[in-house]
T-cell receptor
């Protein structure tokens, strides 16, 4: 149980385009989802916390207008990287939890490459 | 905010030896400390966790110790095996299962 699916797993696109990444909880309702970014050989950096039905809370230094997060249902959160540039290339991972007393479960990640 | 530091960045051990990875945290309010194992390009996998009301927890070959006064916690892997080779991350959480602040990671290499 507690499976989190992330899609796509890998995307390559041109500079200036927008890319949407989906994070789904398959067998539980996720009241909270988290989005992380990981550069090669580096740690996971929390970008934002997303609660179903409310606006995401962004960490300091993360541009809200650049990284749009939507958590419209209890099983789906999306991260849209708007007007992506090469410096946005990274590994993006989501996690989800069912409640305040439940552990986080991670998705498989999305490798984003901007040319 | 919380700041988690992790050492060493790389660790190489012989199969069968023990491995220890250490982390410190800055916010005394943190009360949940998970450890994750991540293989290249894969999702982080929870291997063990500890809450602030416990000083030590063990699960077969893996153990975690927590010193709240000193604000540091450690991962201990005994009888290491080649399949233990991966990157290990510690994390601290402000509140149970709330957002995680990760350490910088330790690349463990277990030589057969």
């Amino acid at each position: 149980g507690a499976v989190v699916s992330q899609h796509p797993s890998w995307v390559i696109c041109k500079s200036g385009t927008s890319v949407k990444i989906e994070c789904r909880s398959l067998d539980f309702q996720a009241t909270t989802m988290f989005w992380y970014r990981q550069f090669p050989k580096q740690s996971l950096m929390l970008m934002a916390t997303s609660n179903e039905g409310s606006k995401a809370t962004y960490e300091q230094g993360v541009e809200k207008d650049k990284f749009l997060i939507n958590h419209a249902s209890l099983t789906l959160s999306t991260l849209t990287v708007t007007s992506a540039h090469p410096e946005d290339s990274s590994f993006y991972i989501c996690s989800a939890r069912g409640g305040s007393d439940q552990p986080q479960h991670f998705g498989d990640g999305t490798r984003l490459s901007i040319l | 905010g919380e700041n988690v530091e992790q050492h060493p960045s790389t660790l190489s051990v012989q199969e069968g030896d023990s491995a220890v990875i250490k982390c410190t945290y800055s916010d005394s309010a943190s009360n949940y400390f998970p450890w994750y194992k991540q293989e290249l390009g894969k999702r982080p996998q929870l291997i063990i966790d500890i809450r602030s009301n416990v000083g030590e927890k063990k699960d077969q070959r893996i153990a975690v110790t927590l010193n709240k006064t000193a604000k540091h916690f450690s991962l201990h892997i005994t009888e290491t095996q080649p399949e233990d080779s991966a990157v290990y991350f510690c994390a601290a959480s402000l509140g149970n299962f709330n957002k995680f602040y990760f350490g910088s990671g330790t690349k463990l290499n277990v030589k057969p």
